[in-house]
């Protein structure tokens, strides 16, 4: 079972990473995550984005496109990074993200979302 596992964004990541030692730290803890992910045979992919303002959203309607600018609203319905991972089913996924150091210095939230296989579209 592949699954995305987006890391939310916050109001601080949005800002932008900032090199402090504490950033740092946290880079290096998610870095030895990744590193287990990796031997496990799980991690497919992972990359944090940039903050919304360096971002673009093109709006659907009809046969119109409308550009929008960013920085978007609401950060904590935003995507600040992801993996892709290949784990046998949800529980291991959640027991996973469960093991992952806090990816923000606040509180913040990891959403698990499994990727529709073609078998499930038949």
């Known amino acids: ?71 978007f609203a609401h950060p904590r319905e935003l995507v600040a990074g992801f993996w892709l991972w290949e784990v046998k089913d949800m529980d291991e996924a959640v027991a996973w993200v469960k093991r992952c150091p806090n990816p923000m210095p606040v509180p913040s939230e990891i959403e698990i979302r499994p990727i529709e296989e073609a078998a499930d579209l038949e």
Not at 34 to 45: H, Q, S, V, Y
Not at 50 to 67: E, H, L, M, Q
């Open 1 to 71: 079972m592949r699954v995305m596992v987006f890391v939310k964004a916050t109001e601080g990541s949005e800002k932008g990473f900032v090199r402090t030692p504490e950033a740092v730290k946290a880079m290096e803890e998610m870095e030895r995550f990744n590193d287990e992910l990796r031997k496990a045979g799980i991690l497919r992919m992972a990359e944090g984005l940039k903050p919304s303002s360096d971002g673009k959203r093109v709006v659907f309607d009809a046969s119109s496109r409308t550009v929008v600018n960013g920085p």
